[in-house]
């Protein structure tokens, strides 16, 4: 007779985070006054870094985003300048993580274009962008930086295709076209070498993104995958969506099969969407439900139960969208281990909810703060495309981190060529961009056409009538 041994196994894992908790930064350290944009788009219309925060805003006639210094808090100047030159809704806004004034946008106006933000932030209205980028037919939903290359950014948008543009040469340089609907989510692991998506289509991909192969597709019947995010080096998957019974649904998976999931856990009933937030630091999981006000929180190990339920941070007020401050913004001497910036539209108040490990002594945790990704690229776009793959280059927060390397985008230089045809520049006048345009490019082009016809009409009159005069003039000589 075989006994099975029963392990016994506390509620609680002894971990160093059980105790993490939440704290909204004081009236002071809010950012008010405003309009957040009332855009349905399920992103977070929010990007922070340790210079600058940068929040899509309300805007008529054309899509328009706020820079504001992030030690500038308080209430913001109703006039306060703006990033403003899209024709269409911004959709996505992202900083470089290398460059910290570079920030890159898309829009309905199927564009992508690269800012750079002066020392201090605006002083005036920016709508020139320093790289305008075209090569979507529709509209753009996402941008994602590289990991680990500065001059790498991807793209998706509702043509249903992700392009890879090189910013050295300011041009897309890679097409993926596997995708059947619009795509969801974009997430890389730890070196950039995988890109991990979530689809309209009901599937998860992971992604080999220079070759553009599918080297795991995973048809989500009982699981709909909203966002997707690559759990650091463990080789897992976590995926946020939505159960066939209708309630909000995680699922962590293993990057080389995703034939079924590992776990599956029912979070509750509501609708809103589940964005997810990992700290490969701490091993650590955010999930930020839109809509709600509340941020739940767990650890993440390799071996079972594999997500351990930490706490939740509770507020009554509603988030729209979280960003996210890098780790070399962070507060170490308070034990700060991840800040978000809750938008609030409601209010038209962005706050910063601080999540702090408790500890009594003052002096460096270094257990809580292992070597981390700083802001120096580990290859360049070229040595990325010919595929070099390189793990982030570390820094250690101990010291209150220096950049060491001082990097400066250097737009490219682009030789203007010019197809002129009836005094219009072909190749300056770019497609349209949204549907009003379109209609106003199809009357124009109308007006043209029937101007042409009558065009035509009128020197097929006047060939006739000199082809005549012609014939008299033959004939007069004999008739004399």
């Not at 037919?137 to 392009?163: M, N, Q």
Request: proline content about 6%; some cysteine.
């Amino acid at each position: 007779m075989t006994v099975t041994k029963m392990s016994w196994r506390p509620t609680y894992r002894s971990s160093k985070f059980r105790n993490v908790y939440g704290k909204v930064g004081s009236r002071e350290h809010c950012f008010d006054g405003i309009p957040i944009t009332k855009n349905v788009h399920d992103n977070h219309f929010c990007a922070v870094n340790a210079k600058f925060i940068a929040i899509v805003t309300e805007s008529a006639g054309g899509g328009s985003f706020l820079i504001i210094p992030v030690n500038q808090s308080g209430r913001i100047d109703p006039h306060h300048p703006k990033v403003c030159g899209h024709q269409g809704n911004v959709l996505d806004i992202k900083w470089n993580p290398f460059i910290e004034n570079i920030i890159a946008s898309c829009s309905e106006d199927s564009s992508v274009r690269i800012w750079e933000i002066p020392e201090g932030g605006l002083k005036r209205n920016m709508s020139e962008a320093v790289l305008e980028l075209y090569g979507h037919s529709r509209r753009v939903g996402l941008i994602e930086w590289h990991p680990t290359s500065s001059g790498i950014l991807f793209s998706a948008g509702y043509d249903y295709k992700i392009l890879i543009w090189n910013l050295e040469i300011g041009e897309p340089v890679k097409m993926i076209d596997c995708h059947s609907d619009v795509i969801l989510c974009m997430s890389f692991n730890t070196d950039g070498s995988l890109l991990a998506t979530s689809c309209k289509d009901k599937k998860l991909r992971v992604i080999e993104p220079r070759s553009g192969r599918v080297l795991q597709e995973a048809n989500c019947k009982n699981h709909k995958v909203n966002r997707v995010v690559f759990l650091g080096n463990m080789k897992r998957l976590l995926t946020t969506g939505v159960s066939r019974w209708n309630t909000r649904q995680i699922a962590l998976w293993d990057q080389e099969d995703l034939s079924m999931p590992i776990i599956e856990e029912e979070i509750d009933g509501l609708s809103g969407l589940l964005f997810p937030f990992y700290d490969a630091d701490t091993h650590m999981l955010y999930l930020a439900g839109k809509g709600d006000g509340n941020i739940r929180y767990y650890e993440i190990s390799t071996e079972k139960p594999y997500l351990q339920y930490l706490m939740e941070f509770r507020s009554p007020a509603p988030q729209k969208g979280l960003g996210v401050m890098p780790k070399h913004g962070l507060d170490v001497g308070a034990c700060e281990v991840f800040r978000f910036y809750k938008l609030v539209t409601l209010k038209g108040l962005i706050e910063p909810i601080s999540m702090i490990v408790p500890r009594r002594s003052e002096t460096y945790q270094e257990d809580i703060y292992p070597m981390t990704p700083g802001t120096e690229p580990a290859v360049t776009a070229n040595e990325w495309l010919s595929g070099i793959n390189r793990d982030p280059v570390l820094i250690s927060l101990k010291e209150g981190y220096q950049r060491p390397s001082q990097l400066v985008f250097k737009a490219p230089v682009k030789e203007k060529k010019s197809v002129v045809v009836n005094g219009i520049d072909l190749l300056e006048n770019v497609p349209p961009r949204t549907e009003n345009e379109l209609l106003r490019m199809f009357f124009r082009q109308q007006d043209e056409l029937r101007r042409l016809k009558d065009e035509l009409v009128h020197k097929d009159v006047r060939i006739r009538q000199l082809e005549l005069e012609l014939n008299n003039l033959k004939n007069a000589p004999n008739n004399m």
